[in-house]
């Protein structure tokens, strides 16, 4: 089993602060918030994972929509540029702050690294 999101976070840092969990009297906007949703072992050789899926949701925050969406674009385009694929995307307006929730699902080679796209 791999904890990708300290990966994920290392990526995605460029582009906002990555928190792994939100208090909005706490975080300065704009951050995305990583969470791991699924990690499933798909291959185990020789008595190790060797094939994992994953499964993660970033949350994005901005002072406004037009930021949120124009964060999310980056994010995904940063995501997508190492094989992961998003399976979900949804603004949402009606909370406090606003923000763009997206959720990715793929797969990582243990031994070497590499994302797939599912």
Do not use: W
């Amino acid at each position: 089993m791999k904890d990708y999101l300290p990966v994920i976070a290392d990526i995605l840092g460029e582009i906002a602060d990555v928190e792994l969990s939100f208090a909005d009297h706490d975080v300065p906007l704009p951050c995305i918030v990583l969470s791991e949703l699924g990690n499933s072992s798909a291959v185990i050789l020789s008595g190790r994972d060797r094939y994992s899926i994953i499964t993660m949701q970033t949350d994005i925050y901005a002072g406004t929509a037009e930021n949120v969406r124009g964060l999310a674009l980056q994010v995904n385009a940063a995501l997508a540029e190492r094989g992961l694929k998003r399976s979900f995307s949804q603004l949402i307006t009606d909370e406090k702050v606003p923000r763009m929730c997206m959720r990715y699902r793929f797969g990582v080679d243990e031994a070497t690294g590499r994302t797939v796209s599912l």
